[in-house]
């Protein structure tokens, strides 16, 4: 029974086109995040929800759009894409607000 | 600000031989480091954390950390590699008052035979 999973694990996609990719966790944890990894695996985190509240927001360019239904879900909606977008985009989960995070597998989008 | 840093980008190493992973960081506040391991094409994993107390902290595959103050460093290391650590470890920091984990750039240990 997977921690946290995230779909699609793979995303193709022509520039322009408008993706979303989905996260669950089932570890009851109350924190969500996205990170985005590079082709140089620079990690850069992008979002934090807590309990449905938006904590977190990096400098993210207004075209991705976190949602978080319930404390168990966030997803990331990416509209006009770009091919700097093409990079692996990782959900994770924490109890409470810490540094220990659990991972999804990512989800590796390309943009052509 | 925190920052951190890991200095090798790769490191080569024979397996059974020993390794040292090396990370510092920089933050003017208390801060909880870590030590996170990728493999191919999976996402990360906690390796090992210090919080507080003890200074060396001990993971179950035998990987083990020091933290040191004075240095700002908190360096990775395993006395006997085995091929199966080879991956990408990163290292990072999370301090109260910016509520995020901050990781280095991330070191690529490759073990061989």
């Known amino acids: 029974d997977t921690a946290v999973s995230q779909t699609p694990k793979y995303l193709v996609t022509q520039m322009g086109n408008d993706k979303s990719i989905k996260c669950e966790q089932n570890l009851g944890h109350d924190t969500m995040y996205w990170y985005k990894q590079d082709s140089k695996k620079f990690l850069k985190i992008m979002f934090s929800y807590n309990n449905k509240e938006l904590i977190i927001n990096e400098t993210v360019p207004n075209r991705f759009s976190p949602k978080s239904p319930d404390k168990a879900h966030l997803n990331l909606h990416i509209n006009s894409l770009e091919l700097g977008d093409s990079a692996v985009y990782f959900c994770a989960s924490s109890q409470y607000l810490a540094g220990e995070l659990f991972f999804g597998e990512g989800s590796r989008l390309t943009v052509l | 600000a925190q920052s951190v840093t890991q200095l090798d980008s790769q490191v080569p190493v024979f397996e059974e031989a020993p390794v040292e992973l090396r990370c510092n960081y920089s933050s003017s506040v208390s801060v909880y480091l870590f030590w996170y391991v990728q493999y191919p094409n999976q996402g990360l994993q906690l390796l090992l954390k210090?919080?507080?107390?003890?200074?060396l902290v001990e993971s179950i595959n035998g990987f083990e950390a020091e933290f040191n103050k004075s240095q700002t460093s908190f360096h990775l290391r395993k006395p006997s590699v085995h091929i199966s650590d080879t991956a990408e470890y990163f290292c990072a920091v999370f301090t109260g008052g910016g509520n995020k984990l901050t990781f280095g750039t991330g070191t690529q240990l490759k073990v061989e035979l």
């Open positions: 210090y919080l507080s107390g003890s200074t």
